[in-house]
């Protein structure tokens, strides 16, 4: 069999300035599993002076996820300071995210529940954290974190998209929020929603392509709603399957109506009886 010396070599080079590697990807999932944990799970060791070391250690496994992009000590050291000094304030946001899904899931029995067992909690809370390095510049890592969400959950959050308080996301599989969306406070999303852009093309990547969503709004599964220009008006509800490329005015109900005909098996013809 033939060896392809000449892609060997043309891959060999490109690995060799690829500083985002494999490896890398891996540190950033434990680094996400390892906070995630920390900041809610139970663990045998609760002490405070536990607890300080496993910040000391979530601050370096930080601090060596983002030297690999930065290549510069003091900026990196600026950059982890920064997210952790954010992070009381990040954890507040995402308690009010875990008490919303209790206070409207009557599935949810605690908050214990949620934080083990809510996929859209976890893709919420790597949404968030994301969020922060994404608005701090730190480059490449904010999206291999996010991404990591998207692979376990079928939650897709861009970390550019700013998201409010109180955001409460059930089921959640499909979900879809594109870079420059943009959604308010008490917001609720269900399962299949996509917030995305009515076209794709480099030359509206500094431009607002994704949909505003004000607060209090109720979107049902399947809906799409597209345009940086699209705004869906505080306390609207939005039905299932509709799709959405205008303003909505506040106080809305927007639905699909769809017919749906019955009849009685004994109507049927006689061809269309058959046995699975």
Do not use: C
């Not at 996820?65 to 290549?71: A, E, F, P, Q, S």
């Amino acid at each position: 069999m033939a060896i392809p010396h000449h892609l060997i070599e043309r891959i060999h080079h490109s690995k060799q300035n690829n500083i985002h590697g494999f490896f890398d990807k891996i540190k950033t999932k434990k680094f996400v599993k390892d906070l995630y944990e920390v900041l809610f799970l139970p663990q045998r060791n609760n002490t405070e002076k536990q607890l300080k070391a496993n910040f000391e250690a979530l601050n370096q496994h930080l601090f060596d996820l983002i030297i690999i992009v930065t290549g510069n000590r003091e900026s990196t050291e600026a950059n982890v300071n920064r997210f952790f000094e954010a992070l009381d304030e990040l954890y507040d946001q995402l308690v009010l995210d875990a008490q919303s899904i209790l206070e409207f899931d009557p599935a949810a029995n605690s908050l214990e529940e949620v934080y083990l067992a809510y996929p859209g909690f976890f893709a919420t809370y790597v949404y968030r954290i994301s969020h922060q390095l994404w608005s701090q510049n730190v480059q490449i890592l904010p999206r291999v974190i996010s991404e990591y969400a998207h692979s376990k959950t079928g939650i897709d959050i861009h970390p550019g998209a700013e998201i409010g308080k109180s955001f409460f996301i059930d089921h959640g599989t499909g979900i879809v929020i594109g870079e420059t969306t943009i959604i308010g406070n008490h917001v609720k999303i269900y399962q299949g929603v996509t917030l995305g852009a009515l076209n794709v093309s480099k030359e509206k990547a500094n431009q607002k392509r994704h949909p505003t969503i004000e607060d209090d709004v109720i979107i049902y599964s399947g809906a799409t709603i597209l345009g940086g220009n699209t705004t869906i008006g505080r306390e609207s509800i939005i039905g299932g399957n509709v799709w959405i490329t205008q303003d909505v005015p506040a106080n809305s109900l927007v639905y699909h109506k769809s017919e749906i005909k019955i009849k009685e098996n004994s109507s049927l013809p006689e061809s269309l009886t058959f046995v699975i």
